[in-house]
């Protein structure tokens, strides 16, 4: 072809191979509903390690009220790089954990157990799916 339209194949051998990572995205109007939050969290604020208290971490309480049928709820956590050098050595990990706790706030973060033990990751990106079951709130 003479001419770029922005379109190029691979085989998934080849992008395992000379990729670590792969963003796919969707069509926000595929969902009939959906909520955006913007909040600043400076890195270093709360404890340097998570794994003894979360109690300082941003917590949000998400209640679902009509889910006779079931469904799914996609969570996206975003961190926004602005500096360079955060991008080239990126040293900051993200996750989503989820609890089922009555919009309560959560010190430890094993007690109560994660719904949702999001692993983490280093990405500026941390996608998580819930999944409820016919007649569950959350």
Same mark, same amino acid.
């Given at each position: 072809?003479? !001419?770029?339209?922005?379109?190029?194949?691979?085989?998934?051998? %080849?992008?395992?191979k000379? !990729?670590?990572?792969?963003?796919?995205?969707? %069509?926000?109007?595929?969902?009939?509903?959906? !909520? +955006? #939050? +913007?909040?600043?969290?400076?890195?270093? %604020?709360g &404890?340097? *390690? $998570? /794994?003894?208290?979360?109690?300082?971490? &941003?917590? !949000?309480?998400?209640?679902?009220? $009509?889910?006779? @049928?079931?469904?799914?709820?996609? =969570? =996206?956590l %975003?961190r +926004?790089?602005?500096?360079?050098? $955060?991008?080239?050595? @990126?040293k900051?990990?993200i996750? =989503? =954990? /989820?609890? *089922?706790n009555?919009?309560k706030? /959560?010190?430890?973060?094993f007690?109560?157990?994660?719904?949702? $033990?999001?692993?983490?990751?280093?990405?500026p +990106?941390? #996608?998580?799916?819930? /999944? #409820? &079951?016919?007649?569950?709130?959350v």
């Open positions: 072809a003479n !001419f770029d339209n922005g379109v190029f194949w691979i085989d998934y051998r %080849s992008l395992q000379y !990729f670590d990572i792969l963003y796919m995205n969707w %069509s926000p109007s595929l969902f009939r509903h959906s !909520f +955006h #939050l +913007h909040q600043l969290w400076k890195a270093g %604020s &404890p340097a *390690k $998570d /794994v003894i208290n979360i109690g300082e971490n &941003p917590q !949000f309480s998400l209640e679902i009220r $009509d889910c006779a @049928n079931g469904g799914a709820i996609w =969570l =996206l %975003s +926004h790089i602005t500096d360079i050098e $955060d991008f080239r050595n @990126n900051e990990y996750t =989503l =954990l /989820v609890y *089922k009555n919009g706030r /959560v010190y430890y973060p007690e109560p157990p994660p719904y949702i $033990d999001g692993v983490r990751i280093n990405s +990106h941390y #996608l998580t799916k819930m /999944v #409820l &079951p016919k007649g569950e709130a």
